[in-house]
């Protein structure tokens, strides 16, 4: 993994210079970590990537490590296992919160996406997309029975069960720490 991105990121990028004030040792460091943080992309956002890394190196200095890293989230989220901060969030007060209230794969799947910890108008905004989900999962567990549930609605309701199922190892996870301590 780390080859590929060398080879579609690294390599045609490899004229960029450090920052100025920044060691080599550190300016290395920093490369080693976007090397095997970036690996999760698929083959063409990190092309995607390189234009955009190249388009905001200003004087041909690589652009600081938090900004590719924001860069690279904005072209692809990192999958829900890499997502620290989503893992995080749902094993917090928050997070058991919303498991109890119902709106748990919602407020995951915003974590994901956005990062930052919602505030309240947002978290209102997911209590209603949980009301509309309820329905939503109701409708298509019916027009599966009836066997005319289409392919994107079947897809819709594996992808929310995927993320509960998420949840609730990871807030079954935090559980299981708490009693062995």
Not at 38 to 45: A, E, G, I, K, P
């Amino acid at each position: 993994m780390r080859a590929r991105v060398d080879m579609l990121l690294m390599q045609p990028l490899a004229g960029l210079a450090r920052k100025r004030g920044t060691s080599a040792e550190a300016h290395d460091k920093a490369m080693a970590r976007l090397r095997d943080w970036l690996t999760y992309m698929s083959d063409d956002n990190l092309r995607a990537m390189v234009d955009l890394i190249a388009r905001h190196a200003v004087k041909g200095v690589w652009p600081e490590e938090g900004l590719v890293r924001a860069w690279a989230m904005t072209i692809q989220c990192p999958p829900p296992r890499d997502s620290a901060y989503a893992q995080s969030l749902i094993k917090s007060a928050m997070g058991r919160q919303a498991m109890a209230e119902g709106w748990a794969v919602e407020l995951f799947q915003i974590a994901k996406k956005l990062g930052p910890p919602p505030g309240k108008y947002i978290i209102t905004r997911l209590k209603q997309d949980a009301d509309s989900n309820r329905h939503k999962r109701k409708v298509i567990r019916e027009n599966i029975e009836a066997g005319r549930a289409t392919l994107a609605e079947k897809q819709w309701l594996s992808v929310w069960h995927e993320d509960l199922a998420e949840i609730e190892a990871i807030q079954t996870a935090v559980t299981e720490e708490g009693t062995a301590a």
